[in-house]
């Protein structure tokens, strides 16, 4: 039987019935309706954003060629006391030269267009090719919006035009300036060429180092004008406009030679360069030339430390809080008329400016520093470019001597440059040379009232400052490794908080193997035995703070760390050179041996935190900042949060201030009021740090070479700077003590159990404690007492401490000892002793030491 005719027969009969074709006419009529409800709604929508949009363009200003062009109004900067003016930011004098587009070389043109703004010379002001890539882009990565479509043209009104529509707290905001700025694009185009809005733009834009427009970039990088830029370094200064601080060459010269490689390919990719000319870019060792003076602002008066760090504090809080983009910001500072009312101190200030560069601080230190660089145009027109590296290698190469770039005096440096130009000299060739030196070792002043926050003094160097906005290495110029001050903030600080610990916790102090397999030393290469927090703070001991670490994990200590407003750890795995590091699980994280080092101005905020209770103020070199109609723009005041518990402040002062009357801070001692600090120093005494607090600020002083050459021929040049600036700025000050607060208990302990001493038993002191964990367990005893006196320890230093593992930046090791002289006595100790003398003990043994002492500590593992 034929099944499948029939089946079919069914199946024809079904699909014509009635009701099929009646259920079929509804769908179709459905389909249609919902089709033009779709179409209504187009309709409706394009209505209703042309609506919108004409009411917002109605509301447009009218802009002319001569509104896109730089223009601004002086910026007043005042001292703490309100009136005392202390700089001036002044338009016609804030590094900009304007130049003519045919001033600019075609490269420079075409490496900014291929980057920015690819469709420039086709496009009417808008994008619109742009618009939908940047849209399909943000749709396909799950809305996130992170390409541009901006032309030239809107970012040009963007800067000048709407340097108040700023902050945009809505998205009506955002999208009315939007619309705003695409329309007068629109307009500006039809009244200007392309040659001339992409002068004004080329004029205009940010770059980075209070360089805005071309030439100034040209001259503070390269030193050069702008029309003899070659072409891998107009594609370094394309590549920093979209972040002038990420991709700022002389700071992170990594990061602009990402951007500058990618706008030689763009150019390359567009047809603006052909691949011999980008393969010979690609091959220039650009940024061995990079100017690391600034030789373009006006030298005559430079700005001072602590205006350039106010300067860069104020931008980066006008993009965070307000939304400025940089130039915008840079712009409202250098230009748009700002009152800003610093925290300086004026007389604070010049105390620490006369004692930083007062030669009787660094008794035979001083040596020279050498900057170079040097182009050279040989008789065929070649060029050639030199700097500060071929110098070093030189003297390597020819003397074997590492320290290639300093020298005992001036003379010297300039005689070793000429002797090494000889070297490369050929008949006809003409020379652009920059030469500058330095005074060696260097140091860095931060000091700060700790109850607000405020910076009072800011020095960043040492020698006559020539320059604004050079190397600042008390603010953010150099991250230098912090050695023992590192033991506070990551182990002693969250142990006494969160874990339980006091003051009198009693740690073995002992060869100690650590994960690498090494054995820990301390910096005396002895070991104390049953030693109390108290101690092994007073004394610096490296075995203690790692043990302790060890215990309370080095997790726990980071996040202190960050508490304490420390930004430069690195908190997950990270590449450097084909190794990773990772701040978070470091062994050595209490040693201060970190990857990548820290800011002078950070350490003394994260003491200012324990100097203030346990609350942390976030530094500030500002109080307000009004704008040109007298409208308050900025409040100074930063994040405030409690970092430690009250008691647990109070009882690390106690620790500290025994640093400095009986340990290794002795020279830091003030005649009128109580100091409370920790020593930090790291290996080879490469770096040099003391910070510390009285109940009135908080200082932190570091010392050390640029080229991280270490300091043995003298470590007490950081405690005879910090001592001389804070008994000046404290000689009219009320003498005052460190209040204890009531949540903190006195009691009578065994100095080798850290429990209640059992009297005529135990060798007994009396401890301070947090009442929530004082100890309440009595010891067992000990027999008798009058053979187990306690040792006294008065004046006992450990020779400094030395112990912060090399890092990938700097290699640290060794350190000396206290500048106080040693000790002689018997078990009740006594002191004698001079600046190079030692410690000869009784039945603790001795050690010797002095300024000149200290041992290196080849154990001691290598950062991870």
Same mark, same amino acid.
């Given at each position: 039987m034929n099944y499948g005719k029939k089946k079919a027969s069914q199946k024809q009969k079904k699909i014509t019935s009635k009701s099929t074709m009646q259920g079929k006419r509804i769908g179709i009529r459905l389909f249609k309706a919902l089709l033009l409800c779709i179409i209504i709604l187009a309709v409706a929508g394009v209505i209703g954003g042309g609506l919108f949009a004409k009411k917002i363009i109605a509301n447009c200003p009218e802009v002319s060629p001569e509104d896109v062009k730089p223009k601004g109004f002086t910026t007043f900067v005042y001292a703490d006391d309100g009136t005392t003016e202390i700089e001036r930011f002044v338009s016609s004098g804030s590094n900009r030269v304007y130049k003519s587009i045919d001033e600019i070389p075609k490269d420079l043109q075409h490496a900014f267009v291929a980057i920015e703004d690819e469709r420039f010379y086709e496009h009417n002001g808008i994008d619109l090719q742009g618009i939908a890539r940047a849209a399909v882009v943000g749709i396909t990565s799950g809305f996130h919006f992170t390409e541009g479509a901006s032309t030239l043209t809107q970012q040009l009104i963007k800067n000048n035009v709407f340097p108040n529509f700023t902050q945009e707290k809505t998205l009506y905001d955002r999208v009315e300036r939007k619309i705003q700025e695409q329309y007068l694009a629109l307009q500006i185009e039809k009244q200007m060429d392309k040659d001339t809005i992409l002068e004004s733009y080329l004029n205009t834009i940010n770059l980075g180092q209070n360089c805005l427009g071309v030439q100034a970039a040209s001259m503070r990088y390269f030193g050069k004008d702008v029309s003899e830029l070659t072409l891998s370094e107009c594609a370094v200064i394309a590549g920093i406009t979209q972040n002038p601080t990420e991709y700022n060459p002389l700071t992170n010269p990594e990061d602009n030679q990402k951007r500058r490689d990618k706008v030689l390919k763009y150019m390359l990719d567009q047809g603006y360069i052909d691949q011999a000319s980008y393969d010979e870019a690609m091959a220039d060792?650009?940024?061995?030339?990079?100017?690391?003076?600034?030789?373009?602002?006006?030298?005559?008066?430079?700005?001072?430390?602590?205006?350039?760090?106010?300067?860069?504090?104020?931008?980066?809080?006008?993009?965070?809080?307000?939304?400025?983009?940089?130039?915008?910001?840079?712009?409202?500072?250098?230009?748009?008329?700002?009152?800003?009312?610093?925290?300086?101190?004026?007389?604070?200030?010049?105390?620490?400016?006369?004692?930083?560069?007062?030669?009787?601080?660094?008794?035979?230190?001083?040596?020279?520093?050498?900057?170079?660089?040097?182009?050279?145009?040989?008789?065929?027109?070649?060029?050639?470019?030199?700097?500060?590296?071929?110098?070093?290698?030189?003297?390597?190469?020819?003397?074997?001597?590492?320290?290639?770039?300093?020298?005992?005096?001036?003379?010297?440096?300039?005689?070793?440059?000429?002797?090494?130009?000889?070297?490369?000299?050929?008949?006809?060739?003409?020379?652009?040379?920059?030469?500058?030196?330095?005074?060696?070792?260097?140091?860095?002043?931060?000091?700060?009232?700790?109850?607000?926050?405020?910076?009072?003094?800011?020095?960043?160097?040492?020698?006559?400052?020539?320059?604004?906005?050079?190397?600042?290495?008390?603010?953010?110029?150099?991250?230098?490794?912090?050695?023992?001050?590192?033991?506070?903030?990551?182990? /002693?600080?969250?142990? #006494? $908080?969160?874990? &339980?610990?006091? =003051?009198?916790?009693?740690?073995?102090?002992?060869?100690?193997? %650590? +994960?690498?397999?090494?054995?820990?030393?301390?910096?005396?290469?002895?070991?104390?035995?049953?030693?109390?927090?108290?101690?092994?703070?007073?004394?610096?001991?490296?075995?203690?703070?790692?043990?302790?670490?060890?215990?309370?994990?080095?997790?726990?200590?980071?996040?202190?760390?960050?508490?304490?407003?420390?930004?430069?750890?690195?908190?997950?795995?990270?590449?450097?050179?084909?190794?990773?590091?990772?701040?978070?699980?470091?062994?050595?994280?209490?040693?201060?041996?970190?990857?990548?080092?820290?800011?002078?101005?950070?350490?003394?905020?994260?003491?200012?935190?324990?100097?203030?209770?346990?609350?942390?103020?976030?530094?500030?070199? /500002?109080?307000?900042? #009004? $704008?040109?109609? &007298?409208?308050? =723009?900025?409040?100074?005041?930063?994040?405030?949060?409690?970092? %430690? +518990?009250?008691?647990?402040?109070?009882?690390?002062?106690?620790?500290?201030?025994?640093?400095?009357?009986?340990?290794?801070?002795?020279?830091?001692?003030?005649?009128?009021?109580?100091?409370?600090?920790?020593?930090?120093?790291?290996?080879?005494?490469?770096?040099?740090?003391?910070?510390?607090?009285?109940?009135?600020?908080?200082?932190?002083?570091?010392?050390g070479y640029d080229d991280n050459k270490p300091c043995d021929y003298d470590t007490s040049f950081r405690f005879r700077i910090w001592r001389s600036i804070m008994s000046r700025i404290h000689e009219n000050l009320e003498p005052k003590d460190f209040e204890m607060p009531s949540s903190v208990e006195q009691k009578t302990i065994c100095t080798l159990t850290g429990k209640l001493a059992v009297s005529g038993s135990c060798p007994a002191m009396t401890e301070y404690f947090a009442k929530d964990t004082a100890p309440t367990e009595s010891c067992p005893g000990h027999g008798n007492s009058d053979e187990e006196e306690e040792e006294e320890e008065t004046g006992e230093e450990e020779p400094e401490e030395g112990e912060t593992p090399s890092t990938p930046s700097e290699n640290t090791g060794g350190n000396t000892g206290g500048n106080t002289g040693g000790n002689t006595g018997d078990n009740n100790g006594g002191n004698t002793g001079g600046n190079t003398g030692g410690n000869t003990g009784g039945n603790t043994g001795g050690n010797t030491g002095g300024n000149n002492g200290g041992t290196n500590i080849p154990d001691v593992p290598s950062s991870p």
């Open positions: 060792d650009v940024y061995a030339r990079i100017q690391t003076v600034n030789n373009t602002v006006d030298n005559d008066n430079p700005y001072s430390y602590f205006v350039d760090a106010l300067a860069e504090q104020v931008i980066q809080d006008l993009c965070d809080q307000l939304g400025y983009t940089e130039t915008q910001a840079y712009n409202a500072v250098y230009s748009g008329g700002l009152s800003i009312y610093s925290t300086q101190n004026v007389t604070m200030q010049q105390i620490c400016d006369e004692e930083m560069n007062n030669d009787s601080n660094y008794p035979g230190l001083k040596e020279y520093g050498l900057d170079y660089a040097l182009t050279v145009t040989r008789a065929d027109g070649t060029i050639e470019n030199y700097g500060s590296n071929n110098i070093k290698n030189y003297v390597k190469e020819t003397y074997n001597k590492d320290q290639g770039l300093l020298y005992s005096s001036e003379d010297a440096a300039r005689a070793m440059v000429e002797e090494w130009k000889a070297t490369i000299a050929q008949d006809g060739d003409t020379y652009d040379e920059r030469f500058s030196v330095t005074p060696q070792p260097q140091a860095s002043i931060t000091i700060m009232d700790q109850s607000t926050g405020q910076i009072k003094a800011m020095v960043g160097g040492r020698g006559e400052k020539t320059t604004s906005l050079g190397l600042n290495r008390a603010y953010k110029g150099a991250k230098r490794q912090p050695g023992s001050c590192f033991k506070i903030l990551a182990s /002693y600080a969250p142990a #006494l $908080d969160s874990c &339980g610990k006091t =003051l009198a916790t009693v740690i073995e102090d002992e060869p100690y193997t %650590l +994960k690498n397999g090494s054995i820990l030393k301390n910096a005396n290469g002895q070991y104390r035995g049953p030693t109390t927090i108290r101690k092994a703070i007073q004394n610096s001991v490296n075995v203690c703070a790692v043990k302790l670490s060890d215990e309370i994990t080095q997790e726990l200590g980071f996040d202190y760390c960050k508490k304490f407003g420390i930004s430069t750890l690195l908190g997950e795995d990270t590449e450097i050179n084909g190794q990773y590091f990772n701040d978070k699980t470091s062994q050595t994280l209490a040693l201060g041996g970190i990857t990548e080092g820290v800011y002078n101005y950070e350490m003394c905020a994260a003491y200012a935190t324990i100097a203030n209770g346990g609350v942390y103020n976030e530094p500030t070199l /500002y109080t307000k900042i #009004l $704008d040109h109609d &007298g409208n308050v =723009l900025l409040d100074g005041q930063g994040e405030s949060r409690t970092v %430690l +518990k009250e008691s647990t402040a109070a009882l690390l002062t106690s620790a500290m201030e025994d640093v400095v009357t009986s340990g290794t801070g002795t020279s830091c001692q003030l005649s009128n009021m109580p100091v409370a600090g920790k020593t930090g120093t790291t290996s080879s005494n490469v770096d040099l740090w003391f910070c510390g607090f009285t109940p009135y600020y908080t200082c932190a002083v570091w010392g």
